[in-house]
């Protein structure tokens, strides 16, 4: 049996003060990471820069293990596959 994974690698800016959903928002200045659980939160300055860009990378998987687009394209190997 054969099966499909599709990774997606799209990460889009968003601003604050828009009403954003839940995934990791990495400012763009300084690169602090804020990961929001809940949608319809609004998105603030950041607070350590002040900054008010971010990009999001939206949650659409759950492995802590991958951090930037680059580990989405080629994932880090676990467990018998790391052999």
Do not use: W
Not at 31 to 41: A, N
Not at 44 to 55: A, D, G, I, L
């Amino acid at each position: 049996m054969r099966s499909l994974v599709i990774f997606l690698t799209e990460q889009k800016t968003y601003s604050a003060g828009q009403t954003v959903g839940p995934g990791k928002y990495v400012c763009i200045d300084c690169g602090k990471e804020y990961t929001l659980d809940k949608s319809e939160q609004d998105l603030r300055k950041c607070p350590s820069c002040s900054c008010e860009e971010y990009q999001c990378f939206p949650m659409t998987h759950i492995r802590p293990d991958i951090k930037t687009p680059e580990d989405v394209k080629n994932p880090p190997k676990r467990g018998k596959s790391n052999q």
